[in-house]
T-cell receptor
Framework: NAGVTQTPKFRILKIGQSMTLQCTQDMNHNYMYWYRQDPGMGLKLIYYSVGAGITDKGEVPNGYNVSRSTTEDFPLRLELAAPSQTSVYFC??????????????????FGNGTRLTVT | DAKTTQPPSMDCAEGRAANLPCNHSTISGNEYVYWYRQIHSQGPQYIIHGLKNNETNEMASLIITEDRKSSTLILPHATLRDTAVYYCISHTGNQFYFGTGTSLTVIP
């Protein structure tokens, strides 16, 4: 398994531009998450999804949109990039089921991040 | 989800045990405590988790107090590669919330 794959690794945007950060996982995990991490800070939850067609806001959803049309993919969309969105973005996933049984608690599997600069 | 608090930084001598504390005084009965670490700017790496019993795996041990208001992550023999930011988070349901963590520096 490749695990959680994020693309691109780096991106520079101008103010007002839009872009989509891609995240895909090949572990058949139901849960997927987007976090952002500002320099010297912890991770803040942007959006999460408990399965295809279902998404919910986290702590800092403003300025972002997500969709979950398949189990594998959970793209994060920035419509009008602002300097405040300069950050490292991490995607993560976790399973709902393991071995046919529902998992009550399971750790997150993270991608390697996308470093975004908005100037 | 319970808020967790950790010291911002700690040092540990190489080869010694590193004991990283975490307070989670508002944790509820069904909230697990998870520990992750982040090396440089890589994605966080899962270490261990527990509910109320102490846990041990190949990476670390987790000691949770009887009242569940605090826990300690123990790295039994710290190496230079254990230098990282360590996050203690509580989790129930669908959401994990990270704080700012403890920056552990292992000193040769």
């Amino acid at each position: 398994n490749a695990g959680v794959t994020q693309t691109p690794k780096f991106r520079i945007l101008k103010i007002g531009q839009s872009m989509t950060l891609q995240c895909t996982q090949d572990m058949n995990h139901n849960y997927m998450y987007w976090y952002r991490q500002d320099p010297g800070m912890g991770l803040k939850l942007i959006y999460y999804s408990v399965g295809a067609g279902i998404t919910d806001k986290g702590e800092v959803p403003n300025g972002y949109n997500v969709s979950r049309s398949t189990t594998e993919d959970f793209p994060l969309r920035l419509e009008l990039a602002a300097p405040s969105q300069t950050s490292v973005y991490f995607c993560a996933s976790s399973p709902l089921y393991r071995g046919g049984l529902r998992v009550v608690n399971s750790p997150l599997h993270f991608g390697n991040g996308t470093r975004l600069t908005v100037t | 989800d319970a808020k967790t608090t950790q010291p911002p930084s700690m040092d540990c001598a190489e080869g010694r045990a590193a004991n990283l504390p975490c307070n989670h005084s508002t944790i509820s009965g069904n909230e697990y405590v998870y520990w992750y670490r982040q090396i440089h700017s890589q994605g966080p790496q899962y270490i261990i988790h527990g509910l109320k019993n102490n846990e041990t795996n190949e990476m670390a041990s987790l000691i949770i107090t009887e009242d569940r208001k605090s826990s300690t992550l123990i790295l039994p023999h710290a190496t230079l590669r254990d230098t990282a930011v360590y996050y203690c988070i509580s989790h129930t349901g669908n959401q994990f919330y990270f704080g700012t963590g403890t920056s552990l520096t292992v000193i040769p």
